[in-house]
Nanobody, 114 residues
Framework: QVRIVESGGGLVQAGGSLTLSCEVE????????IAWYRQAPGTERELVAG??????KYAESVKGRFTISRDSGKNILRLQMNSLKSEDTAVYLC?????????WGQGIQVTVST
């Protein structure tokens, strides 16, 4: 069974940058649909950025600041986050679509201090 491993979170000052990584382990199949979501306390989980094949999708709130990419031919997804704001503080979760099912990582905390 696949396993999702997230890394790269932490504490950063407003205006700073972080890069999150998500690796889908235990599978040689390259999943076409993979994405980052986030959830702040008291809010619903929201899509931050995702990849479906060659297409990219971003939340309006992160356009121009975040860039999603995947390592060529690998199930490794990266989220480069620049110009971070306090409202970006949340738990970030990686999700991969496997057939009709969604498999989630455990999440990683990103905290932006002012």
């Amino acid at each position: 069974q696949v396993r999702i491993v997230e890394s790269g979170g932490g504490l950063v000052q407003a205006g700073g940058s972080l890069t999150l990584s998500c690796e889908v382990e235990r599978s040689k199949y390259i999943f076409p649909t993979i994405a980052w979501y986030r959830q702040a306390p008291g809010t619903e989980r929201e899509l931050v950025a995702g990849i479906h094949g060659s297409a990219r999708k971003y939340a309006e709130s992160v356009k121009g600041r975040f860039t999603i990419s995947r390592d060529s031919g690998k199930n490794i997804l990266r989220l480069q986050m620049n110009s971070l704001k306090s409202e970006d503080t949340a738990v970030y979760l990686c999700k991969v679509a496997i057939g009709p099912n969604d498999v989630w990582g455990q999440g990683i905390q990103v905290t932006v201090s002012t």
